[in-house]
């Protein structure tokens, strides 16, 4: 009756229910590991959690959209590479895209888990939600010959910010300089050792799809939905898809496909 009080007192507070259901489990573990009886799995506990989902008016997710590869294209156009800053974005809008990246990958990248080659790339993410593990996994990006090729946008980002032979993170922050008095030469801007944050990334998306004139619910996961939905429509397989987002089951990765693809892969499409 207490736990099941408790939970309910959770939905009371406008708790998602999948916030309810850590906290189920947060408590079966704890009773689990202390030897005694788990409340968790009665049956007043399951029906009030079954009644908190129905119940539930906040349950839907927010889904932001995805950045696919036209849009994407649409987005490194606006962006202006004569700056370091222009070179940087662009760096972290490709890489987060060809190598299906969350946010925080993207701002935990150092450069010596970076390994280039003729035939590309291969990062080595220490720290990924999907290791659980914790032993690390390997991201490979092949080389590319257009202006869109992510390894080339790595390596011009590297070369315009003189990192080649430095360690540490990979995407730094950059302070503006202050605008020069009229006859002075243009200040150049100053670049620290810290990196980015996975909120700067977010923003960093953000504003670069606000300057493009996308309109939609765009986020720092819009690189990584994008990738996999691109992917999709592209008819690759659900294998290969799960292979390239680091997803534990195949559920997660349909979830992350669009919705409208489901009219254009449709099975009676040809038929009506």
């Known amino acids: 009756e207490d736990v099941a009080a408790y939970l309910a007192d959770l939905a009371l507070q406008k708790k998602r229910p999948a916030t309810v259901d850590l906290h189920r489990a947060a408590l079966r573990y704890l009773h689990h590991i202390a030897q005694v009886p788990v409340p968790t799995s009665h049956a007043l506990v399951s029906e009030t959690v079954a009644g908190i989902r129905r ?29 370091l800053v222009g070179i940087r974005d662009k760096a972290i809008l490709l890489l987060g895209f060809a190598g299906a990246l969350r946010r925080s990958e993207v701002a935990a990248l150092c450069l010596e888990n970076v390994a280039l080659d003729d035939d590309g790339m291969r990062i080595r993410l220490d720290r990924s939600k999907g290791d659980r593990t914790s032993q690390g996994v390997e991201v490979a990006i092949p080389r590319g010959i257009t202006g869109l090729c992510p390894v080339r ?15 540490g993170p990979v995407f730094r922050r950059i302070w503006l300089p202050p605008t020069s008095e009229p006859g002075e030469p243009p200040a150049l801007p100053s670049m620290g050792t810290e990196t980015l944050s996975d909120r700067s990334v977010a923003r960093i998306i953000q504003k670069r799809c606000l300057d493009a004139g996308l309109t939609g619910d765009f986020s720092g996961h819009s690189l990584r939905r994008g990738a996999i939905t691109t992917g999709a429509r592209d008819g690759t397989d659900l294998v290969s898809l799960k292979r ?19 009219m254009t892969t449709h099975p009676g499409r040809t038929r009506f």
């Open 244 to 262: 390239f987002s680091r997803h534990q089951t195949f559920g997660v990765v349909e979830k992350y496909i669009e919705v409208e693809d489901a």
């Open 153 to 167: 946008a790595y390596e011009a980002w590297i070369r315009a910010a003189r990192l080649n032979d430095a360690k």
């Open 55 to 83: 119940t539930s008016t906040g349950s839907t997710s927010r889904q932001v959209k995805g950045l696919t590869w036209d849009l994407l294209g649409d987005v490194i156009e606006q962006i202006d590479t004569r700056e």
